[in-house]
């Protein structure tokens, strides 16, 4: 018998940045969180989402065999994505897996529920989990959710590519850039340490899709904290914290090599 | 001379609740009320409408001859529900009738007027009323439109049909439910007698077509009262008032047989 | 060097006044103030637009030589309207102009800056500009934008062109109209002389096409207060201020001859 109650709002958190990087994934079910690795199906970015235990109302999970550590279940993320608008934010939803389906409960008040049964599925033919990647990235850049989305619609006037940078300023501090070339345009968003929420500083350049980001992009509140680890031509982490921090996603996104000119 | 004023906001009610339905209909207009008769073009739907001439500012309907009752005009719905979007919902709006012309004026306040002359459509050609179902359904569910509105959208992301039914809780009393069954999903929202408006309980059960149940949920406002009169098997007959009760739209939609499995 | 300060809001203003008429054309700048004379492409409308230095925060503008009163440089009127979604209201947008190229600078508050770098237009490869019309009309109309707008939208119901006119009314006094007629419907609005904000009087009638005045009615806000010059099969004048009275935006439409039956 595997049974949790959440708030909507937390459940629709956990899908949506699932549902943003592929259209079905794994759910891993251990005692004490649910963790989800997802790539996109090209391998260029992927997920590490969890979601501990604490950020349930009820969080029943009995393991079927002694040997058996956690369960793996297959979800199409789309439908279920979908399902979950018609939960208000307020709704405390219940899952129940049995067998091959998830039993879906949306308690809208007193003396009335919706009640969906979705086929899970089959773990084995879903995307293969790739590992994340063991990362030291040399600097460190901590941001408003809105600046760094707004930075991105910006650099998509004029490229689809869009460089993360840290350099020195001209009176010797530092400064975080975004900057996207086109054919004849170009724009460029610093921001100086000082207006940062964190930053760990060290002179690195790496360039990435904006087609990717945009996705991601999708996932976090605009008043989320977002910690951006960069380096020199080296992958982008990218994290921010879900369920009011009993949670947390975190974000890899390969780098392009560019073309100095 | 006819002649009518009356709320603006009344008369794209009137006209909605029709243009749903189809693009063209007859206005039977008495000394007492508007009546429209008007079905879908495959017959699967219905709507029988009155407005009250309680409802209106000015009723001025003569009878052109003795013999005569009430005189039917062919309107035609969507133009006319275009043209109503441009009055505001607190404009009143002035209607006359004239040969085959109707002339509709806007009121936006003191010293402007917006004036459209519609040509009629020929009452002769336009598709025959159907006479409304006598019917005697042994059940009655009352509850708010935006409930039922939601149990709809909710159905339609597993199936093209809906059930409608009550039935006996596990504790003796009723339900009254909505059930929607895809390949691989289903869902259902069930709502107990106590928080329901009202009912008037049976064992019932009848299928129907989410597709038409769409256009009648375009026509009633988010919180009116909605009376689902069912059966087995049995078309449903869906009631709500209009105009603050001045007037009353009542919506037949056919059943669709259920394989059982 | 030239280098000009100003809010992100009434540069946008003036370039979306631009960018309704035409994908590209000049800027003239001189020493007092800004002025673009565009033609659409079938040069049935134009504007001629002019900013007066006072409205910018720094306005710095240097005649590279004796004899050059002004300097026009080519703008891609679409892409840079799209550039200045990305300015908040209250943004402050520094543009300086070098060689062939203009950098934008919208400062987003302390500490970080959106730098954006345009290619300018070859200015001897944009569309030629027409001398804006001496016109006499006889006629003046003065309404707020909204109401002008609602009227364009309300023709648009029944046909492609609305005549623009004033005439006697039934006491004698006059009033301002605006009137569409389809193949079986028409549209008429009046406004009486005491509802305008500003009249003068004369019996006059013109047909413009919906297509044209849709483009102009998309520059300014509601609020405005349009001027409306008309004579007798004759051009309209519309004019508009932007920038709190700091600039003007003067529209002309050539009329269309109405077949009178």
């Known amino acids: 018998m595997i ?3 959440l708030d909507g709002k937390i459940l629709k958190q956990f899908v949506n940045c699932c549902s943003v990087i592929s259209n079905e994934g794994l759910l891993r079910i251990s005692s004490d969180k649910w963790r989800s690795i997802i790539s996109d199906p ?3 970015s992927m997920i590490d989402i969890t979601l501990n235990n604490d950020a349930f109302e009820v969080y029943e999970f009995e393991k079927e065999g002694e040997e058996e550590e956690e369960k793996k279940i297959g979800l199409d ?8 608008k018609m939960a208000e934010k307020e709704d405390s939803v219940e899952l129940v897996i049995e067998n091959n389906k998830m039993n879906l409960q949306i308690k809208e008040g007193e003396g009335r529920e919706l ?3 979705v086929l ?3 773990a084995e033919v879903i995307k293969k989990e790739n590992d994340p990647p063991q990362l030291d990235p040399p600097a460190q850049v901590i941001i408003t959710g809105s600046e760094f989305n707004r930075a991105c619609k910006a650099a998509e006037k004029v490229s689809k590519y869009i460089s993360l940078g840290v350099e020195e300023d001209s009176e010797g501090g530092n400064l975080f850039y975004m900057e996207a070339k086109g054919d004849a345009d170009s ?3 610093e921001i100086n340490r000082d207006y940062l929420i964190g930053m760990k500083a060290e002179t690195v350049r790496s360039l990435f899709s904006l087609e990717y980001l945009d996705q991601i992009n ?3 509140s605009k008043n989320s904290e977002i910690t951006l680890d960069l380096g020199n031509d080296y992958p982008l982490r990218l994290t921010f914290e879900i369920a009011d921090g009993f949670g947390e996603c975190v974000y890899y996104l ?3 090599i560019e073309n100095y000119e």
Chains 1, 2, 3 share one sequence.
């Open 77 to 84: 993320l789309n439908k279920l994505a979908d399902l979950l």
């Open 254 to 256: 390969a780098p392009r």
């Open 115 to 117: 009640r969906y049964s």
């Open 42 to 44: 090209a391998n260029v």
């Open 120 to 122: 899970l599925l089959d």
């Open 3 to 5: 049974k949790f109650v």
């Open 218 to 220: 999708k996932a976090y």
């Open 187 to 189: 724009v460029r968003l």
